[in-house]
T-cell receptor, first 113, second 113 residues
């Protein structure tokens, strides 16, 4: 069966520090991968998606970047965090067809102080 | 469409009653729809899905209705239980657009004892 892992679960970082959040998928190959951000009590905003190694599409202009160095690895990064980067970050994977479903990781709570 | 910046509306339901959660989606060409349940501090969990060529699908205690004419989805939960308390999001997927999961407006379901 397929599983998705995200870490760390929580993170407190000072303003101006770098960021690296990692997401990995097991039990499948060539998944579509997505990064979302959720502010407290609000909806989910799509930040990046990837349909293959090295292929990254950005949905909104921001202080973050994403990379996909391996087929089942998706990384969210920043060189210098801003206060506004605080939020709940979620990784998801899908196969582009309904019968495979779309599954989310457990999320990373990032607080920039 | 996305409700990233909006506070979530709340639906309060008596335990044991049926709940109906509504959602408007944005793209009439979307191929596939999913309802997710998100508990506090966790990632969204799949509840039920429906393809665009269907108008109704039933699961265990849940039913999804799709009205493509008005771009409307609803989730019906029968005999609502305390464990149903969560935020519920609808999501639409367009296969030709990298199968991005685009979330609709979320609703916070609150259960009265």
């Amino acid at each position: 069966s397929q599983t998705i892992h995200q870490w760390p679960a929580t993170l407190v970082q000072p303003v101006g520090s770098p960021l690296s959040l990692e997401c990995t998928v097991e039990g499948t190959s060539n998944p579509n991968l997505y990064w979302y951000r959720q502010a407290a009590g609000r909806g989910l905003q799509l930040l990046f998606y990837s349909v293959g190694i090295g292929q990254i599409s950005s949905e909104v202009p921001q202080n973050l970047s994403a990379s996909r160095p391996q087929d089942r690895q998706f990384i969210l990064s920043s060189k210098k965090l801003l206060l506004s980067d605080s939020g709940f970050y979620l990784c998801a994977w899908g196969r582009g067809r309904a019968n495979y479903g779309y599954t989310f990781g457990s999320g990373t709570r990032l607080t920039v102080v | 469409g996305e409700s990233v910046g909006l506070h979530l509306p709340t639906l309060s339901v008596q335990e044991g009653d049926n709940s109906i959660i509504n959602c408007a989606y944005s793209n009439s060409a979307s191929d596939y729809f999913i309802w997710y349940k998100q508990e506090s501090g966790k990632g969204p969990q799949f509840i039920i899905d429906i393809r665009s060529n269907m108008d109704k699908r039933q699961g265990q205690r849940v039913t999804v209705l799709l009205n493509k004419t008005v771009k409307h989805l609803s989730l019906q939960i029968a005999a609502t239980q305390p464990g149903d308390s969560a935020v519920y999001f609808c999501a639409e997927i367009l296969y030709s657009s990298a199968s991005k999961i685009i979330f609709g407006s979320g609703t916070r379901l609150s259960i009265r004892p």
